[in-house]
């Protein structure tokens, strides 16, 4: 995939601070709700998961449709999101 | 198994897991369902061949079933040449030796004892060639192979039982081979089927047993082999069987591969599979072996069989195919048929019963008037018919039904002149004439007539009205129908009584036909209408962006008119420019005719609208001509390409001053207008950068006009770092300029074919003093 979202480039272009869970690509309201009522409401709260996942795609999209039942694409975008993030800042 | 799986402790499902190969991460409450879940999938991968193994007698049996159904088509729809040739490719490619010698394994005589000793050992398997084989005899073929021709006696009825799996009682080698190892006598036994007649050479066992293994890796290959084996012979049933025997023998020589592909095929049989287990093991170097592999790694039998089809080389396994499909689905289509076949009968009946007159008349349930000379009010001819004469009277109908018929066809056809109705005198016409039935007078026809036209009154099931016509001598069509004695006896007289099919239908073929011709004619209508309405639109469509064009091309011509009277009446120190002169600069000579109308529009805007240039009649070199005077005043400045100064600080110490410039690569923003439709604006926009940043290095430009952002690639960073500098807060024609570092890999994600090195950008014009 050789252009990312607009969400994306925003959420990789600096660090994520204290930013929302819906502000992560592939997360919209309604994965941002559930993902909330889950406990996770901040996007560092996804990463942390992202990272206890080891990075791994399979298991961190896996997680994602269990926990907020999210499509593929959505997950895949998700998953892209924080791995940029980690490239960049971690 | 899995079901412990959700009752484990962390632990144990962590090594649970790293015994499966996945890396060890840590469990806890978010992620052990997941886990959890992994493990349950990987475990039911693992348990699932386990489970299928059990099928492999049913599978087999159904290979058995099935490979010998497919085997007889097959033998019966090849012809003799095409397996010839491709026995000759097949034997020239890859297994030389082995498919010349496996035909002639019959004549030996002392291999029989031997083949015993390997065909023996798995009873099961030996059933799907052997029946096989039993189809391979049943089908005669031309082509016989002469010298096996006085053996025949001596292998015929050994294979032959073999068919029945009644192998003890038939063929003695058989019973004695199921109590030897197979796997021992397997090289044996394939070199000495190789061997030529009334000699046994066993001298390479090894490359014969690997050629046939080779070319007998899948189903497909041992079908290809079976129809070989089908055509060599009138004999088939010996060479067939040595060469089956020979085949299986190979095949169970590596029995323990199979695992995979039992899950995947469930209606192989041990055989085939261990066949097509064989597969990755012989190098393949014909195109025999593509096919292989293809089907041994879907490895369904029917899979197979149709991906075999479409190749070139076996043609024949298309037909096969097709009456495969015949035969599998026999039941389904015959319904089909038998249903298709119920409604054709309905409608055959439908239309058969409707025109069939005959029937309707003869029916004993009619009701017929007959004059009794006991009743007074009876009159023969007008309310009641004398009883020898109904008789008649039906065969007039019968006569006349016909023609009535005929006409109303044709009515209903839309011919011209014709009338869905007989008239009494057409009647008597039609009728008398004829010699035979109607053979008498004209009075008796008339009165026949009359007792008809009763007879018809008092039925009206027998589909014929009588009926009486508005208008007698104009062709006219309308008509009414009687349904008294009284008002037929009274319009008899008139002379307007005829008779009509009372529900006058339309033939099938006229019925289409009309209805085709008016759903032609709709869609000749619509689409005509259609076709305008798509013309006028894309007319007007042209018509407007002509406009467009048109004014756009006055607009630019009026900017370059000003522009060079602007320039000239500067440079010339004249205060005026001729009008024509200014044309021939801007139009070059070829298109000066092609651009007047466009000239005119663009000297009459002039006039009228501009301020600055005003026309008048000067004499220019003793000759009076008009001329643009050049009013507003030299000082004002330019309109285009100004830098207007700074908005803010970018020298070294201002806050707004990155002190290291990251990336070579910049954005600048706000540098045109998104509506900017100047073909030249990268031209124009390069030039003014360069022209601003002239002591950088800058290697590419480009304009994105979407996002109204301008890239700049620069050699190095610092290069960069200048151009930042010098544009950053800029106004440029009323607009800031925002400068912004980007990432090289961005750049090159975006302009991958932008420049890494080399010449660096320069002006394409002389550079132009412009104000500070």
């Known amino acids: ?90 | 198994m899995a079901d412990q799986v959700d009752s484990m402790s962390d632990a144990e499902l962590r090594t649970k897991l790293a015994e499966h190969g996945f890396p060890v991460m840590p469990i806890t409450a978010s992620t052990r369902k997941l886990l959890v879940k992994k493990l349950k999938m990987v475990l039911d991968n693992k348990s699932k061949p386990r489970n299928s193994v059990d099928n492999k007698v049913e599978s087999r049996r159904s290979l058995a079933r099935y490979s010998s159904g497919e085997e007889s088509d097959l033998d019966s729809t090849n012809n003799v040449k095409e397996r010839r040739g491709r026995r000759a490719t097949t034997g020239g490619a890859m297994l030389p030796p082995v498919s010349n010698k496996s035909r002639r394994i019959p004549l030996k005589k002392d291999s029989p004892a031997k083949r015993d000793s390997d065909k023996g050992s798995e009873s099961e398997e030996e059933k799907a060639p052997v029946r096989t084989h039993e189809k391979v005899e049943t089908v005669t073929t031309r082509r016989v192979t002469r010298t096996y021709a006085n053996d025949q006696d001596d292998y015929e009825t050994g294979s032959d039982s073999d068919v029945d799996s009644d192998k003890k009682t038939s063929s003695p080698f058989r019973s004695s081979s199921r109590s030897s190892d197979y796997i021992s006598s397997t090289l044996p036994t394939n070199d000495a089927s190789t061997s030529p007649p009334k000699s046994s050479i066993f001298s390479r066992p090894s490359l014969s047993h690997s050629n046939y293994t080779s070319n007998l890796s899948s189903s497909d290959q041992l079908n290809s082999i079976r129809s070989r084996l089908g055509l060599t012979s009138s004999l088939a049933d010996r060479p067939p069987l040595s060469t089956y025997t020979s085949n299986y023998a190979s095949s169970t020589y590596q029995p323990s591969t199979s695992g995979v592909d039992e899950i995947e095929s469930p209606y192989l049989s041990n055989f085939t599979r261990r066949l097509s287990s064989l597969k990755p093991d012989p190098p393949k170097p014909s195109s025999f072996l593509d096919r292989d592999t293809t089907n041994g790694s879907t490895l369904i039998p029917r899979r197979s069989y149709i991906t075999g089809v479409p190749r070139s080389d076996i043609v024949d396994y298309k037909a096969v195919n097709d009456k495969k499909f015949l035969k599998n689905n026999l039941v389904s289509l015959a319904l089909v048929a038998l249903v298709a076949l119920f409604f054709f009968f309905l409608f055959f009946m439908y239309i058969v019963k409707k025109n069939d007159i005959t029937s309707v008349v003869d029916d004993q349930n009619i009701v017929v008037p007959i004059c009794q000379l006991n009743i007074p009010g009876n009159r023969p001819g007008i309310n009641c018919v004398p009883k020898e004469q109904v008789g008649y009277a039906k065969d007039l109908m019968k006569a006349i039904h016909p023609k009535l018929m005929a006409r109303t066809a044709a009515y209903k056809c839309g011919e011209p002149g014709a009338l869905p109705y007989l008239t009494g005198k057409e009647i008597i016409e039609i009728a008398c004439p004829q010699t035979d039935t109607f053979s008498r007078n004209y009075d008796q026809c008339t009165t026949d007539l009359n007792n008809l036209q009763i007879l018809l009154v008092k039925n009206p099931r027998w589909g014929l009205n009588v009926v009486q016509l508005k208008n007698v001598y104009t062709k006219d069509v309308e008509y009414t129908p009687l349904t008294s004695t009284e008002a037929v006896v009274q319009q008899r007289n008139k002379g307007s009584v005829a008779i009509a099919l009372s529900d006058p239908s339309t033939p099938i073929s006229c019925l289409f036909i009309n209805t085709l011709y008016s759903a032609g004619s709709t869609f000749v209508v619509v689409g005509i209408i259609s076709v305008l309405v798509l013309g006028l639109q894309r007319l007007y469509k042209y018509y407007l962006s002509y406009q467009k064009k048109k004014s756009e091309e006055i607009y630019s011509m009026v900017e370059q008119i000003i522009d060079v009277i602007s320039q000239e009446t500067e440079d010339s120190g004249e205060p005026y420019i001729s009008v024509d002169h200014v044309r021939d600069t801007l139009i070059s000579p070829q298109n000066r005719e092609k651009m007047s109308s466009t000239w005119d529009a663009a000297v009459k805007f002039i006039q009228k609208n501009e301020s600055r240039v005003r026309m008048e009649v000067q004499s220019v070199d003793g000759e009076d001509c008009r001329v643009w005077r050049w009013v507003a005043s030299h000082s004002s400045p330019k309109r285009s390409t100004s830098w207007q100064g700074q908005a803010f600080e970018t020298q070294e110490g201002s806050v707004n001053n990155l002190t290291v410039s990251p990336t070579p690569c910049l954005k600048i923003r706000h540098m045109f207008e998104k509506n900017d439709t100047n073909p030249n604006l990268r031209t124009v926009i390069q030039d003014v950068i360069l022209e601003k940043c002239d002591r950088c290095n800058i290697l590419h430009i480009d304009i994105e006009r979407t996002s109204c952002c301008v890239y700049v690639k620069c050699a190095t960073p610092t290069d960069a770092g200048v151009v930042y500098k010098s544009l950053h807060g800029w106004w440029y024609e009323g607009r800031l300029i925002t400068v912004k570092y980007l990432r090289l890999e961005r750049y090159m994600q975006r302009f991958p074919n932008s420049p890494s090195s080399g010449p660096y950008l320069k002006p394409s014009r002389l550079r132009r003093s412009w104000d500070e």
């Not at chain 1, 969400?7 to 600096?14: G, L, Q, T």
């Not at chain 1, 406990?39 to 080891?54: N, P, S, T, W």
């Not at chain 1, 269990?66 to 895949?76: D, G, I, R």
């Open chain 1, 1 to 90: 995939m050789s252009s990312t979202s607009q969400k994306h480039r925003n959420f990789v272009a600096e660090p994520m601070g204290e930013k929302p869970v819906t502000d992560l690509a592939g997360v919209g309201e309604v994965l941002g709700k559930r993902l909330e009522t889950a406990g996770f409401d901040k996007a560092y709260v996804v990463l942390g998961q992202f990272l206890v996942l080891k990075k791994d795609k399979e298991l961190f999209q896996e997680w994602m449709k269990e926990t907020c039942s999210a499509n593929s694409k959505q997950s895949a975008d998700c998953y892209q999101c924080l791995k940029d993030w980690c490239d960049e800042f971690l």
